[in-house]
């Protein structure tokens, strides 16, 4: 890692250090996590998000709530129940209770054996980072002509919503180190506005020509022929390839069937569940109303109205050109599926 690289989680030995993504652009500011109610309120306010991330946040939860257990003499039923709180603060992502299951089974061999377990997925979601980058832009360089590149992605996939380099923002990167990009389009994200203050923050600290733009944009911007390529994550990809990714990736979709525009999903393996067969049966998280109703404390809606704030939504697979895991680039528009390929 470079100098410049962010590091948004860290095990200290007793505590996960994790960079408050609330606060960010204006304050980068890193907050000691030391207890599980701690844990689950950070990743339910977004201090710390991402599919990728939150995996590697399930594996040292564990850690952290055998530290706290051991501190306050926990029963091993309530270890086994606040790590459960911890495995289902984030329904919708898949990954988060991935990294609980993965190490739960070392807790009996103790803290040592966890840790190191949960060292090894965020360096192994490291390697598949940088891998993933270099097949989506393998894949982009064979499928798409014109030269300099035009991207548009949506929400925030970057170092902060993993251990490092990102996903579909990783691609990106590679494809700036390649001298491939020309501009990229970061739609705003509503109504937590993740472009706009986390993709734009690492962006400009990469040096990527950017502009943010509203979510009702980039409809238009695809359909004018401004977009060459749009790359997302997922939280959760079927089993058919379906993919649930932040609100508004659908619209993004939907734009770039009807203009030509590849559609790539970019994400781990691990955020493939094929225990769900499609994206019907992906549980859609709801937060709170006053996300929409309120813009930075302030109310923007009437007193009586109430906000209806789905955080994710479902691209079917139809409408995406290729999912791009660490392993290979599954096109599912033309009949490939994650259930086939991995």
């Excluded at 064979?142 to 993993?162: K, M, S």
């Excluded at 009702?216 to 022929?225: K, M, Q, Y």
Aim: aromatic fraction near 4%.
């Amino acid at each position: 890692m470079t100098n410049n690289e962010v590091h948004p989680i860290v095990w200290t030995g007793e505590c996960i250090t994790l960079l408050d993504q609330t606060l960010l652009p204006s304050e980068e500011t890193y907050v000691d996590i030391q207890t599980v109610d701690a844990l689950v309120d950070a990743i339910s306010r977004l201090v710390v998000r991402g599919a990728p991330a939150l995996g590697a946040v399930g594996a040292y939860g564990v850690a952290l709530a055998m530290v706290q257990g051991e501190r306050e003499d926990w029963s091993a039923d309530e270890l086994h129940e606040n790590i459960l709180r911890i495995r289902n603060a984030r329904p919708t992502a898949v990954n988060l209770a991935w990294g609980v299951d993965r190490v739960l089974p070392l807790v009996e061999s103790g803290l040592a054996a966890v840790v190191a377990d949960a060292d090894a997925v965020s360096a192994e979601d490291a390697a598949a980072n940088r891998a993933m980058g270099r097949i989506g832009a393998d894949w982009i360089e064979a499928n798409v002509e014109r030269r300099p590149l035009r991207l548009l992605t949506h929400c925030n996939t970057g170092t902060l919503a993993t251990t490092y380099w990102g996903t579909a923002l990783g691609v990106i990167r590679e494809l700036h180190e390649r001298g491939l990009v020309e501009l990229v389009y970061a739609d705003e994200t509503r109504p937590l506005l993740q472009g706009a203050r986390l993709t734009a923050w690492e962006l400009d600290r990469a040096g990527i020509a950017h502009v943010v733009q509203s979510d009702g944009a980039a409809a238009s911007t695809i359909l004018r022929g401004l977009v060459d390529v749009a790359l997302i994550g997922a939280d959760r990809i079927a089993a058919n390839g379906d993919s649930a990714n932040k609100i508004g990736s659908v619209s993004v979709a939907l734009a770039c069937k009807d203009a030509g525009v590849p559609f790539l999903v970019v994400a781990p393996v691990s955020t493939v569940d094929l225990a769900t067969e499609n994206g019907d049966d992906i549980h859609i998280e709801l937060r709170s109303g006053e996300e929409v109703t309120t813009l930075a404390g302030i109310r923007v809606a009437p007193a009586n109205t109430q906000g209806f704030n789905p955080a994710f939504d479902v691209t079917p697979a139809r409408l995406i050109s290729a999912i791009i895991t660490e392993k290979t680039a599954i096109e599912v528009a033309q009949g490939e599926s994650p259930k086939s390929k991995l």
